[in-house]
């Protein structure tokens, strides 16, 4: 038997929607016409705003930028998913000497702005003698705020998976380690990777926070441009604001095909099964953690695997 969440739209539901998706097209147009005019009208459509990006060396160091700006979030990004996991599990343990230090460390660097820890880092450490270049500056700031955000998305993730998954785990012998490696983490990584990407595209876009503390990235770039003849400030902004643009929407194509692929996968189907309360618990996470390790070779009874 199926039920029905919503009533069926009637006639003048729909034409009413209508009406309104007509408007709401009408005002944006009008918005980007007049945004579109203002910036004729100031000239900034003029060739000799946008000569500069006529010379190869520009954009050759606009690329370069471009490669440190990666290089910055790919780092960041790694150690950040790295520190998400370890925090993650630290905050689920039994044992308060772990649970509640994780807690506060999670906490705090999750209050922390990131500008203001790489400013810390950056400025703050040579008061003490320690100096540390910007690259590090940006990519342990960058590590230590989005891991802490992490840790709690899966930390959630976790959390919102159903009991009898966790106890259908000990029930065919599974240690705590197994259960969590085996059963919880596939699961709320699957169920959480839209909330994980969305945080990584935050990662990227905060790279461009660098630039205050002069690390070469292309925000930085952007505003050298900006101060070249002419003034081409919007149109760096344009240009610069465009990569970013293009950078973000292929992190989140990688991530739909991602999403895709493990839909697709026998493992972690297996694994999504177990949340069907009309199947067996047990057999279903047997069946999962087979796919995952091959048979044989999980723990069991608390018996190394073979």
Same mark, same amino acid.
């Given at each position: ?11 003048? $539901?729909?034409?009413?929607?209508? =009406? *309104? +998706?007509?408007?709401?097209? &009408?005002?944006? @147009?009008?918005?980007?016409?007049? /945004? ?39 780092? $960041?990004?790694?150690?950040?998913? =790295? *520190? +998400?996991?370890?925090?993650? &599990?630290?905050? @689920?343990?039994?044992?308060?000497? /772990? ?47 989005? +891991? ?61 926070? +660098? ?96």
């Amino acid at each position: 038997m199926t039920s029905v969440l919503y009533d069926v739209p009637g006639p003048k $539901a729909i034409l009413r929607n209508r =009406i *309104l +998706g007509v408007a709401t097209v &009408i005002v944006v @147009l009008a918005v980007l016409g007049f /945004v579109s005019y203002q910036l004729w009208q100031s000239g900034q459509f003029e060739a000799s705003r946008w000569y500069v990006f006529t010379f190869s060396a520009v954009w050759v160091q606009i690329f370069d930028a471009l490669g440190r700006t990666l290089a910055a979030f790919g780092l $960041a990004a790694v150690l950040s998913l =790295i *520190l +998400g996991f370890v925090l993650a &599990i630290g905050r @689920l343990s039994e044992h308060a000497w /772990v649970r509640v230090p994780v807690t506060v460390v999670t906490e705090f660097f999750r209050a922390v702005p990131v500008l203001v820890f790489m400013m810390l880092l950056y400025y703050g450490l040579p008061v003490i003698g320690v100096r540390m270049p910007p690259y590090w500056a940006v990519v342990i700031a960058l590590m230590m705020y989005n +891991g802490s955000v992490l840790a709690e998305v899966l930390r959630a993730g976790i959390e919102s998976l159903p009991r009898g998954q966790k106890e259908a785990g000990y029930a065919i012998g599974l240690r705590k380690n197994g259960v969590m490696r085996l059963i919880l983490l596939p699961q709320a990584v699957r169920a959480m990777l839209p909330v994980i990407v969305a945080q990584l595209v935050v990662t990227m876009k905060d790279t461009a926070l +660098g630039f205050i503390i002069t690390y070469p990235e292309l925000l930085y770039f952007a505003k050298l441009l900006g101060s070249q003849q002419g003034r081409p400030i919007l149109q760096s902004a344009f240009i610069i604001g465009g990569i970013y643009i293009v950078m973000c929407l292929i992190l989140s194509g990688i991530a739909k095909y991602i999403e895709i692929r493990t839909r697709r996968s026998p493992k972690l189907r297996a694994i999504a099964n177990a949340h069907n309360p009309a199947a067996d618990d047990e057999s279903t996470l047997t069946e999962a953690i087979a796919l995952q390790k091959g048979a044989g070779k999980h723990d069991i009874g608390g018996m190394p695997g073979i």
